[in-house]
Nanobody, 123 residues
Framework: EVQLQASGGGSVQPGDSLKLSCVAS????????MGWVRQAPGEERELVSC????????NYIDSLKGRFTISRDIAKNTVYLQTDSLKPEDTAVYYC????????????????WGQGTQVTVSS
């Protein structure tokens, strides 16, 4: 059974950092494309970043370049999202997602979703 367990969210001040983690079970990261999707209050879900099974990374939100970094540790079957210089507009629920076929901005196409971890940025 495929499961994704996300953690690492919290309430922080602007400029702070958080490292989100997603532990996968039931499959190997080397065979799946893994991403992070976020949903801000009242907004549509959007793909933040995706790392393909072979390791290629695509970032989907220009405003996050240089601040958010996706990575993975295959030995730990864990994917990470390092979030730096957080801003209030980064407040959202962050979901770990997985799909064997592709990375796609059409987030509903991802086959597997974790439960989400809340990130709140406020002063």
């Amino acid at each position: 059974e495929v499961q994704l367990q996300a953690s690492g969210g919290g309430s922080v001040q602007p400029g702070d950092s958080l490292k989100l983690s997603c532990v996968a079970s039931g499959f190997s990261l080397g065979t799946y494309n893994m991403g992070w999707v976020r949903q801000a209050p009242g907004e549509e879900r959007e793909l933040v970043s995706c790392i393909r099974s072979k390791g290629r990374i695509t970032n989907y939100i220009d405003s996050l370049k240089g601040r958010f970094t996706i990575s993975r540790d295959i030995a730990k079957n864990t994917v990470y999202l390092q979030t730096d210089s957080l801003k209030p507009e980064d407040t959202a629920v962050y979901y770990c997602v997985a799909d064997q076929r592709y990375c796609t901005a059409f987030v509903e196409e991802f086959d597997y979703w974790g439960q989400g971890t809340q990130v709140t940025v406020s002063s």
